[in-house]
């Protein structure tokens, strides 16, 4: 399978606890995007890595959030204590960066706070 | 501030039919126009994309218009199937030069396709 690959699935968890989500990109893809969407919404953009570097970080990004891409493969999304408000599908796309590059997304991680 | 308006919410049609998803956005630094078709349970798929040289682009049964001077693109599904009932995003970037081309997506367009 070559497409962008995120684990887990579903991820239920109580209001305080931390979170870590994976993305595996496509192979050869030197951007990687993460996005949020909640219910009856589009993706939000959350922030984005060329290579290992994080290049962008949207508002929507509070401190409680980070994200790692070590040595520009995979990336992790880390939740610190989590909140209802949290609740949403976390969405990973990446690309090839030329002017535009088309953005491929992941099957997404379902985040349930309790 | 929404910077991409996407209408209708939701659409019902009849199989065969050819249903219609408008988009208007703001920012005249877009450059590049998707649409991806999204699935319960699932992630966005891309469909189709259009850049602002060209007025139409389709493959297959979809097809994109896009209006420069209105800031408005539509997305058109022909022969449309039971199979193609899903929510449709339209999304638009900055497509060239420095930046993170992040998406802005629309707010989404639930069709359903009648047999």
């Known amino acids: 399978d070559t497409g962008v690959s995120q684990n887990p699935r579903h991820k239920i968890t109580k209001r305080g606890q931390n979170v870590t989500f994976r993305c595996d990109p496509i192979?050869?893809?030197?951007?990687l995007y993460w996005y949020r969407q909640t219910l009856g919404q589009g993706p939000e953009f959350l922030t984005y890595?060329?290579?290992?570097?994080?290049?962008?970080k949207s508002r929507l990004l509070s401190d409680r959030f980070s994200a790692e891409r070590p040595k520009g493969s995979f990336s992790t999304l880390e939740i610190q204590r989590t909140e209802q408000g949290d609740s949403a599908m976390y969405l990973c796309?990446?690309?090839?960066?030329?002017?535009?590059?088309?953005?491929?997304f992941g099957p997404g991680t379902r985040l349930t706070v309790t | 501030q929404q910077q991409v308006k996407q209408s209708p919410q939701s659409l019902i049609v009849q199989k065969g039919g050819i249903p219609i998803i408008n988009c208007a956005y703001e920012?005249?630094?877009?450059?590049?126009f998707p649409w991806y078709q999204q699935f319960p349970g699932k992630g966005p798929a891309l469909l189709i994309a259009?850049?602002?040289?060209?007025s139409e682009k389709k493959e297959g049964r979809f097809t994109i218009s896009f209006n420069k001077s209105a800031k408005q693109f539509s997305l058109h599904i022909m022969d449309s199937q039971p199979g193609d009932s899903a929510t449709y995003f339209c999304?638009?970037?900055?497509?060239?030069?420095?930046?993170?081309?992040?998406?802005?997506f629309g707010k989404g367009t639930k069709l359903s396709v009648i047999p």
């Open positions: 796309a990446s690309s090839f960066v030329v002017a535009g590059g088309e953005q491929y």
């Open positions: 192979s050869e893809h030197n951007r």
């Open positions: 890595f060329q290579n290992e570097a994080q290049l962008e």
């Open positions: 920012n005249t630094a877009f450059d590049y």
């Open positions: 259009i850049r602002p040289d060209v």
């Open positions: 999304a638009a970037s900055k497509g060239s030069g420095a930046g993170s081309y992040q998406l802005t």
